[in-house]
Structures are given as C-alpha cells and as structure tokens.
C-alpha cells in the first residue's frame, strides 16, 4: 500500500511540473519514556525520530517544565529534541527561558543533535515575545532550529508573523470542533486543511509537513465536551449493557458505567475520532504538492507508538 501512494505523489509531481522532492518518512514520539517500536521505523525506512523532551508551562508566576523524558536503551535512528511550551508563557516575560531550555536539555537528552525543535501554538498578541524568544534560543546553540507551524498560522502570514528559524514544520491536523458532539471528525477533515493551504504562496522557510496517525475519543454531556481519551479500550463499548451503538463510532450510554477509569452518566455521548494510516497517506497527497518546496524534506507523522500502527 505505502509504494502505491509513493507513485501517486510522484505522478502528480510530474504532472504539475513542481520541483519538489520525494519526501522523507519521520516520526514524532510524544510519550515520557523513550523506547519506540521498531517496525514503523523500519517498514517506512525512517531514519528520524523527533522526541518530545519536556513541556514548559506557566505555573505560580513562572516557566515550569514538565512531562520529563525517561530514556530508554539506544535507538538506532537521528533523534531531534522537541520542546513543547504553552502559548501563556509567552504572555509574560519568560527570563532566561532558552537559556534555562538548553541546560535542561543537556541534563534529560544525552544524545547528540544537530536540530532542536519548538512546539508552540503562538498568536498576533505573543508572537512578538515569541520570536524574540526563538532568536535568543538560535544565539545560543549551534543546532538548526525548527519550530512548528499550525495551519491558521501558514495562512494569516501577515498577522501571525514568520518565525525566525532555519527550518518549520506543518502541523496539519486537529482542524475541527472538537468541543461540538456534531463534527465529524476533529482531527482531520481533508476539506478544512485544504481550506487554509490552497492558493497559498510558498512558506519562506523550508517546510516540512506532519500528519496525524491516532485515534481518541470525546464524551459529551449534556451538550458540553467532559472528557478526552486517548486511544480508548474498544470491547466495552461493544457490551449493549452499557453503550447503544448510535453509528459505526458514535456511542450513548444507556446504563451508568466506569469506562477508563472515568465514570460515565445515563445519555453521555460518546464518539471516536479516528486518523488512520490509510487517512494519513491521502492528506499527503493534497497536500505536499501544495506546500512543499525544493528544501522540504520530511512527512512526519504523528505519532509513533500508536496503535495505527499495529
């Protein structure tokens, strides 16, 4: 299935006279202890792997780290540090923050790296902190810097700013609702992502392009968004004791229950969400011919050590 996909990118490579490259298969881990599973690695040929080291967030007045990375045994593939930070530190004055994101890193990361990558959903109101941030972070290490790009950014380029960073990277997925019991899917909606690239000129930093291979599930009650679980236990929610099968993946609870560990009421709603490898595949094919350019190099798929990929 993967070479037939790989030869449809390349027809419409040809076929659109676009010069640009035959991606590279990476992937993002994102869980705290790093042991990644081989097979994805190598049934896809990746030879990248970008790590979630820690998160930073904004508690009791300062910039706190978080979710700190256990390493594991080696791993035989290029490992790219990620460091995720909430958009409110950027609210305040982060002093010292690259600085202090370097240390911490040199103590959690004791692999070498050639790139060091940020995940931050900045805005208009923080971009200007942002990026000052970023340049401060580029003085500071010799790595290239990367950072991620959502897809409200690419487009709205004159509010949202380009980032100062050798390399970006496409964030093309979680584009819906989820907070509505009636979308019908929140992580990818091929329609929507295609909405904020189309007719775009090309980004002016080299981008890269990450989609989305996970499932979860979203619990309504009442009309509101309760709870979100990560690739939830399926065999109970075929017990009709408990849950009445509304479609293929949208369930009501017909009979209060736990359920991972979180009790569910009479009538909560239920529905999954799911982005599979085959979904995967399809928004690349929208989407490479349209963002990538002669420097773009990688799809990076989030994330390993899901079960799409059993």
């Not at 305040?92 to 959903?121: G, K, M």
């Not at 989820?178 to 929140?186: A, D, K």
């Amino acid at each position: 299935m993967r070479w037939s996909y790989s030869f449809l990118l390349l027809l419409c490579f040809w076929s659109c006279g676009t010069e640009v490259p035959q991606p590279e298969y990476a992937f993002y881990h994102w869980e705290t202890y790093l042991d990644p599973p081989a097979e994805p690695i190598r049934s896809w040929k990746a030879e990248r792997l970008y790590v979630k080291v820690f998160d930073v967030s904004w508690t009791e007045g300062r910039a706190e780290p978080s979710a700190e990375l256990v390493t594991g045994g080696a791993v035989a593939v290029e490992l790219v540090p990620v460091v995720f930070i909430t958009n409110e530190v950027f609210e305040h004055d982060p002093r010292n923050l690259a600085e202090n994101i370097l240390t911490l890193l040199s103590n959690l990361f004791p692999h070498p790296y050639t790139e060091v990558q940020i995940d931050c959903d900045w805005t208009a109101g923080t971009r200007e902190t942002y990026f000052a941030f970023l340049r401060e972070l580029s003085q500071l290490t010799e790595a290239t810097l990367s950072c991620t790009v959502r897809l409200h950014q690419y487009r709205d380029r004159t509010r949202q700013g380009i980032p100062p960073v050798d390399r970006a990277v496409l964030m093309a997925y979680n584009t819906g609702d989820l907070s509505q019991w009636e979308t019908e899917n929140s992580i990818v909606d091929r329609q929507t992502i295609n909405g904020y690239v189309r007719n775009q000129p090309p980004y002016p930093v080299p981008l890269d392009l990450a989609v989305a291979t996970y499932d979860w599930a979203a619990v309504y009650r009442r009309g509101k968004l309760v709870y979100l679980i990560n690739e939830p236990a399926l065999p109970p929610l075929e017990d009709s004791t408990y849950f009445a099968r509304l479609t293929p993946l949208r369930y009501r609870v017909d009979s209060a229950t736990y359920y991972e560990n979180i009790y569910l009421y009479k009538d909560d709603l239920l529905r999954r969400e799911v982005a599979d490898t085959a979904l995967a595949m399809r928004v690349i094919n929208d989407l490479w011919p349209q963002v990538a350019t002669a420097e773009s190099r990688y799809v990076i798929f989030y994330r390993i050590g899901s079960r799409q990929w059993q």
